[in-house]
């Protein structure tokens, strides 16, 4: 699911078990996932290219855009503040953003890429299919741990839930992805195959679920949850097609 932060949400890719997941990540390739603009032309029409300076100037505004709505909430957000909260002019800004719609659009995108780069860092090449599912929840625990998508929730929640909706099928999809080891070791053993959609569907909705209604008492037991749900999934997906 849901950094299921909204994430909404603080995402470098930590090592499975050992690093937590910081609070902001700076993109490293942004010119490739930001707006029209960013990606084309400037504001006379003339090309813009990509440089290093670029990048970085995108990347400030991407972060001071984090702050400015977990101060404010999308809907009050403010391009001067952005802007002065970057450390750039307003000029400055719109030679990479059309508009506000167009900021939070490029801001959304970039928090899914994020979320999805990182976690496919984090699994990294294990090929061992327990390690690998467990670097998975692992990760998913550290990025509920850190991130801000519960106080995104709070000061905008229109856009929180509007980003849940974006990621949520994008993440079923990569999940699948990066469980495919484990799932084919889960076909072999249990001599059925799997509905491997339903399952990364599931453990999405649980940690979003997580997001929407914490469970402050056995917080540090969602490893432990998550996978108990991973099993008992596979074990229903088994009966239904034996049937």
């Given at each position: 699911?849901?950094?299921?932060?909204?994430?909404?949400?603080?995402?470098?890719?930590?090592?499975?078990?050992?690093?937590?997941?910081?609070?902001?990540?700076?993109?490293?390739?942004?010119?490739?996932?930001?707006?029209?603009?960013?990606?084309?032309?400037?504001?006379?029409?003339?090309?813009?290219?990509?440089?290093?300076?670029?990048?970085?100037?995108?990347?400030?505004?991407?972060?001071?855009?984090?702050?400015?709505?977990?101060?404010?909430?999308?809907?009050?957000?403010?391009?001067?503040?952005?802007?002065?909260?970057?450390?750039?002019?307003?000029?400055?800004?719109?030679?990479?953003?059309?508009?506000?719609?167009?900021?939070?659009?490029?801001?959304?995108?970039?928090?899914?890429?994020?979320?999805?780069?990182?976690?496919?860092?984090?699994?990294?090449?294990?090929?061992?299919?327990?390690?690998?599912?467990?670097?998975?929840?692992?990760?998913?625990d550290d990025y509920l741990e850190q991130s801000r998508a519960r106080r995104l929730l709070v000061v905008a929640p229109d856009y929180a839930l509007g980003f849940f909706r974006r990621i949520f099928h994008d993440s079923i999809v990569r999940f699948q992805d990066l469980l495919d080891i484990v799932f084919d070791e889960w076909d072999s053993?249990?001599?059925?195959?799997?509905?491997?959609?339903?399952?990364?569907?599931?453990?999405?909705?649980?940690?979003?679920?997580?997001?929407?209604?914490?469970?402050?008492?056995?917080?540090?037991?969602?490893?432990?949850?998550?996978?108990?749900?991973?099993?008992?999934?596979?074990?229903?997906?088994?009966?239904?097609?034996?049937?």
């Amino acid at each position: 699911m849901p950094k299921l932060a909204i994430q909404a949400d603080k995402i470098a890719a930590p090592k499975p078990g050992k690093k937590k997941i910081t609070a902001v990540e700076k993109p490293t390739a942004l010119p490739k996932m930001t707006s029209p603009k960013s990606a084309g032309l400037s504001t006379n029409g003339a090309p813009v290219k990509p440089n290093r300076r670029s990048e970085e100037t995108i990347a400030n505004i991407l972060v001071a855009t984090e702050e400015v709505v977990l101060r404010s909430g999308a809907d009050r957000i403010s391009i001067l503040d952005v802007c002065q909260v970057a450390g750039v002019s307003r000029g400055t800004f719109y030679r990479y953003f059309s508009s506000q719609e167009d900021l939070l659009d490029t801001f959304s995108r970039h928090k899914r890429d994020s979320f999805h780069s990182s976690l496919t860092l984090a699994l990294g090449d294990l090929t061992d299919p327990e390690a690998r599912l467990n670097a998975l929840i692992t990760y998913l625990d550290d990025y509920l741990e850190q991130s801000r998508a519960r106080r995104l929730l709070v000061v905008a929640p229109d856009y929180a839930l509007g980003f849940f909706r974006r990621i949520f099928h994008d993440s079923i999809v990569r999940f699948q992805d990066l469980l495919d080891i484990v799932f084919d070791e889960w076909d072999s053993r249990l001599g059925v195959r799997l509905d491997r959609e339903l399952i990364c569907e599931m453990i999405i909705r649980y940690v979003l679920s997580e997001i929407l209604v914490p469970e402050s008492a056995g917080r540090r037991l969602l490893p432990i949850r998550v996978k108990k749900l991973a099993t008992a999934l596979a074990i229903g997906s088994t009966s239904r097609n034996r049937r």
